[in-house]
């Protein structure tokens, strides 16, 4: 699933490309991704491309937003010359000048259509953005204080840390020397310091790298390329493999469902 730093990617690169642009017509090829009347958006300016959490918001100039969720294999291409669609495209909004193309192989991402109490509505629910000031070790130790989970699990939490998912989770445990399975609330107060520390260190990382396209390579930038942060991965999908602090194997188990990777040793 795209994580902060690949919808982070994808929205520098939109701002740039389609900001300013005026919406001319929205094909609708799969209505479960697009469940609202385009009508209320055709002919409408591009004022800018924002983020929040895992979702992209697109400012419209009649106040109204088209809010995007890719879920986990969501895509959006930009095209300034017209393409036929693929397979797996479900919306094709056109531009003044160039498409944009929602794919979206498992059909669960969405785009919808939200005016700003809406918006508010939906954002609210979130945690704080890790890149923002309100991602303080007060904050973390608070929100880690009231929960009887393990770590891993409340750092994949939107309402506790927005935009933090499975890549950047296992990287950020490692890099911070934390166990994944331990309870969030046994954190010490230096763990916690370096936890958000760590945190801080991979997302950036992967912004610098335009996302990871893991070994799934669903996540493209909306030139149809790859990011790279994949070829830094300390510790993501790398069980059997040497941990490249002390050589000791890296495991893999499942927790909450999701694929976790860690060294026994640094990590204990
Ligand atoms: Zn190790």
Redesign the pocket.
């Known amino acids: 699933m795209p994580e902060l730093p690949e919808v982070e990617t994808i929205k520098r690169y939109l701002n740039k490309a389609i900001s300013g642009k005026r919406i001319v017509n929205i094909e609708i090829l799969s209505k479960k991704q697009f469940p609202d009347n385009p009508k209320e958006v055709i002919g409408e300016k591009i004022l800018s491309v924002e983020r929040r959490a895992k979702n992209l918001i697109i400012k419209l100039s009649n106040k109204k937003t088209l809010i995007i969720h890719l879920k986990l294999s969501g895509q959006l291409i930009w095209e300034r010359k017209t393409k036929i669609p693929v397979k797996s495209t479900r919306v094709i909004i056109s531009l003044n000048s160039g498409k944009l193309f929602f794919n979206e192989m498992r059909k669960f991402g969405w785009i919808k259509i939200l005016n700003q109490n809406q918006l508010d509505l939906e954002l609210a629910r979130f945690g704080p953005e890790p890149l923002s000031k309100d991602f303080s070790i007060e904050y973390l130790q608070k929100a880690f204080g009231n929960t009887s989970r393990p770590i891993k699990i409340v750092l994949l939490d939107q309402e506790k840390i927005a935009g933090i998912g499975n890549i950047y989770a296992n990287e950020a445990l490692f890099e911070a020397k934390i166990n994944p399975q331990k309870l969030a609330r046994r954190l010490t107060a230096g763990e916690i310091k370096r936890l958000r520390k760590a945190i801080l260190l991979v997302l950036k990382e992967g912004i610098k790298y335009n996302g990871a396209s893991a070994a799934d390579q669903l996540y493209v930038k909306p030139d149809s390329s790859f990011g790279s942060y994949q070829q830094y991965f300390r510790i993501y999908q790398k069980n059997g493999e040497k941990?490249?602090?002390?050589?000791?194997i890296i495991e893999r188990i499942s927790l909450g469902g999701r694929g976790t990777f860690f060294?026994p040793?640094?990590?204990m």
């Open positions: 941990c490249q602090k002390c050589k000791t060294c040793k640094c990590q």
